[in-house]
């Protein structure tokens, strides 16, 4: 079973930053591909930000320069650095995890104030 534990949601004024952490055994970094979503309500989970097992990441447009998805290895984290904040980046946040199946944490709230 794969367990994936989110961390790091809060409340931040416009342009502040965050960073989400997910926490994930050593041994589904090195074979999953890790991804970050969100979804507000009302709206699909999106994708924000993916990172292979070789270490390609990929961006959703309205995320890139601003946003960047990072492995820790001594903290068996996936983290996702988040910089200039925005209203419309408000969301639950969640840590996914896909190889042939997939998982998903419980999700971390961040919300961002105008």
């Known amino acids: 079973q794969v367990q994936l534990v989110e961390s790091g949601g809060g409340l931040v004024q416009t342009g502040g930053s965050l960073t989400l952490a997910c926490a994930a055994s050593?041994?589904?970094?090195?074979?999953?591909?890790m991804a970050w979503y969100r979804q507000a309500p009302g709206k699909q989970r999106e994708l924000v930000a993916r990172?292979?097992?070789?270490?390609?990441?990929n961006y959703a447009d309205s995320v890139k320069g601003r946003f960047t998805i990072s492995r820790d290895n001594s903290k068996s984290t996936v983290n996702l650095q988040m910089n200039d904040l925005k209203p419309e980046d408000t969301a639950t946040y969640f840590c996914?995890?896909?190889?042939?199946?997939?998982?998903w944490g419980q999700g971390t709230q961040v919300t961002v104030s105008s």
């Open positions: 990172i292979t097992t070789g270490d390609i990441t």
């Open positions: 050593m041994s589904v970094l090195r074979i999953y591909t």
């Open positions: 996914n995890a896909k190889r042939v199946g997939e998982y």
